[in-house]
């Protein structure tokens, strides 16, 4: 099965083999013949022909640890189950293209209307507060107690923050004792 072009991509960029192969091992007559000769009078040491690595490495102790991220991509290029690229063809690349971009657009629009509108209510509290400090008459009494924070953390958290303060259903339900 010949892999897809974006796991070929993928191959490249970092370097890794689309396919773990495995080493050719030499005919055992080349291997028996480049063997080295076994002294007698030397050190009871075990020597391996076959080995590159050093017996630590080769025994899995101390085994160099590769990176994860290129472990998890060397899996998935060789999964069976990655998914092909999509295929499109000129006209519905295009109609993709047109889709994708007035969903940009959309959801652009909608953030803007939502920003506007925190800006809007942000507005409107700023003015209210400065109503209370200037425009009541008390000499600003009313809104050093509405901004006061003292006693606030005497009892643990505050009420405001125990639950998100968001516009869904409150702990209670419907309150239908409710008129206006």
Same mark, same amino acid.
Not at 48 to 65: C, D, E, I, W
């Given at each position: 099965?010949k892999?897809?072009p974006?796991l070929?991509s993928?191959a490249?960029?970092?370097?890794?083999?689309l396919? #773990?192969c495995?080493?050719?091992?030499?005919?055992p007559?080349l291997? @028996?013949?480049?063997?080295?000769?076994f002294?007698a009078s030397?050190?009871?040491?075990q $020597?391996?022909?076959?080995?590159?690595?050093?017996?630590?490495?080769?025994? +899995?102790?101390n085994?160099p640890k +590769?990176d994860?991220?290129?472990?998890? $991509?060397?899996?998935?290029?060789?999964?069976? @189950?990655t #998914?092909? #690229?999509?295929?499109?063809?000129?006209l519905?690349?295009l109609?993709?293209?047109?889709?994708?971009?007035?969903?940009? @657009?959309?959801s652009?629009?909608?953030?803007?209307?939502?920003?506007?509108?925190?800006?809007r209510?942000?507005?409107?509290?700023?003015?209210?507060c400065?109503?209370?400090?200037?425009?009541?008459?008390?000499?600003?009494?009313l809104?050093?107690?509405?901004?006061?924070?003292k006693g606030?953390?005497?009892?643990?958290? #505050?009420?405001?923050?125990a639950?998100?303060?968001v516009?869904g259903?409150?702990?209670?339900?419907?309150?239908?004792?409710?008129?206006?």
């Amino acid at each position: 099965m010949k892999p897809s072009p974006v796991l070929q991509s993928l191959a490249v960029a970092f370097q890794i083999p689309l396919r #773990p192969c495995k080493p050719i091992r030499p005919p055992p007559s080349l291997v @028996l013949s480049a063997a080295p000769s076994f002294q007698a009078s030397g050190p009871a040491q075990q $020597i391996s022909p076959f080995s590159s690595t050093t017996r630590t490495l080769a025994r +899995g102790r101390n085994q160099p640890k +590769g990176d994860k991220r290129i472990t998890i $991509i060397r899996y998935h290029l060789g999964h069976a @189950l990655t #998914p092909r #690229p999509l295929r499109l063809s000129r006209l519905r690349s295009l109609r993709h293209w047109t889709i994708h971009r007035a969903y940009l @657009l959309h959801s652009r629009n909608q953030r803007r209307a939502q920003e506007l509108e925190l800006e809007r209510q942000y507005n409107a509290m700023r003015d209210a507060c400065e109503e209370l400090r200037v425009g009541v008459g008390d000499g600003g009494r009313l809104f050093r107690q509405a901004m006061s924070k003292k006693g606030i953390f005497s009892q643990g958290i #505050p009420v405001e923050y125990a639950r998100g303060q968001v516009d869904g259903p409150s702990r209670d339900g419907w309150n239908h004792e409710w008129t206006r």
